[in-house]
């Protein structure tokens, strides 16, 4: 029993009088005795004690893993819907009615007033109508059996800025400048969708389209649209030449694009610039304050894998509490020979807790360590930049000792109640 008398040789005693007036001398033991034993506990059964911290591993970098992971998806998701949504100020112009000699409420030279603005960094004019909502477009002026090159698509006027307006790139082409609009030239830019449904992949060769008794030369391609999406399946045309033959004059919409943080003061000031006389007619849809809406989106998500993280976390505890007990019921005779040399019963709980604390605390520093390498080569992986919370990756080695801590209390107060003598009768 050379483990179970190596913590008595610094023992000491530790005087208390009694009412009557002798002194019992009662054995303490130097915390770094107490230490050295709870760490001997653990390394007497190497395999046992690394498969038992091995639960507490998982608990921990499972916790780490998760709320990394959802903090860094938070914020990649946060990111793009600030990046998309925040910045996006769409100006809506009443229209004037037919046969009225107003004037209408938004020139198409608006636009320039409002890139003036500060934070700005693009503007685009739009007008529809319900008449040019649904025409039959045709790649082709031949009609045969059988032929479906005819499509029902959408007619709109546009500025010249539109593709930076909708967030879009050319796939193929170009889109009309300030030269073509002058010229009331007789051009068309189609979106991706639009050109796939009427069998137009390239503009090379200077395609037409054909509709309502005209004929236009397709010169571009509009794709990757972000903002009005519909425009996908539209056809594009110069103001002056939608005007000329669909009589589509009046703007009807303005897209405005803005730094991030700068909608809400451009929202205040595009009405001003694009009619300064009727600021109040237009009607403006601009971005509400998102840092609610994020705080709630990214504690809800937090939350969620917080309580996953938690459950791993409690069936690492059930090991350790299992292994510990286990333990004891292994050691009653060791048990029984300190307390039969003077240990006190809370010096043998403390063991005990010590030991499970131990192992706790070991599982968290390695489950912390793995979960950050987790996380860090998921956002790696994903393009993503991580976000690691400092107080989890120090917590979590507390909160691995705090779990063996609590793992171990009935185990050391069920060691702390045996007897002496019981113990020492007890089959080995």
Known sequence: MKLATRGLTRAGTRAKATPAGTRIERPWMDPRDLWTEALAGVMARPVRSALTTLGTVLGITTLVITIGVASTAGNQIVGRFDALTATSVTVTVPSVAAGSDDEPLVDWSGTDAVRRLAGVDSAAALADSPLTNSVQVRSNDVKAPGDISGQTLAVVAASAGLPAGVRGAMTSGRFYDAGDIARHAQVAVLGDQAARLLGIKRVEDSPAIFFQGQSYTVIGILGGIRREQRLSTAVMLPPTTAADRLGLEDVTQVLINTALGAARQVARQAPIALAPGQRNSLAVAAPAD???????????????????????????????????????????????????????????????????????????????????????????????TPVLDLNLALGAPLAGALVGLLAGLYPSLRAARMEPVDALRAPS
């Open 290 to 384: 998102l840092s609610k809406a994020r705080n709630g989106v990214q504690n809800d998500v937090n939350g969620l894998f917080l309580v996953l993280g938690l459950v791993s976390l409690v069936v690492g505890a059930i090991g350790i509490a299992n292994v510990t007990l286990v333990t004891v019921m292994e050691r009653v005779g060791e048990i029984g020979l300190r307390r039969a040399l003077g240990a006190s019963r809370r010096q043998v709980a403390g063991q005990f807790l010590l030991e499970s604390t131990t192992i706790g605390l070991l599982g968290g520093i390695v489950g912390a360590a793995l979960g950050i390498a987790v996380v860090v080569c998921v956002a790696v992986f994903k393009e993503w």
